[in-house]
């Protein structure tokens, strides 16, 4: 099983991620994409990365805004599976703007 990182790790990691927050319990970012078929081609992106790495983001999407929470929810908190993930959602962003 993961291990669930520190607080102050998770800190440290958030400063080289994009738009992310958090702690501990779970890490979250929203990105306004510039339409909804944007958004949906973000989502669809990220659900094939997630299927790849076998660990899945919670996504709520509202028209062109996306929102991501990872947390490694076996280990009860974040891990480093959640970190890996949310740069793979940054690239899949930035790719899309």
């Known amino acids: 099983m993961a291990e669930v990182l ?8 958030l400063g080289g991620l994009t738009g992310w927050s958090g702690d501990h319990a779970g890490i979250t970012r929203t990105v306004e994409l ?3 078929p944007d958004a949906i081609a973000v989502v669809d992106r990220v659900a094939a990365t997630a299927e790849e790495l ?7 999407i509202r028209w062109r805004a996306v ?9 009860g908190g974040v891990t480093g599976l959640d970190l890996a993930l949310a740069r793979r959602i940054d690239q899949i962003v930035e790719g899309v703007r």
């Open 6 to 13: 520190t607080a102050e790790a998770v800190q440290d990691e």
């Open 34 to 36: 510039a339409s909804f």
């Open 67 to 75: 929102t991501f929470r990872c947390v490694t929810h076996s280990a």
């Open 54 to 60: 076998d660990h899945h983001p919670d996504i709520d």
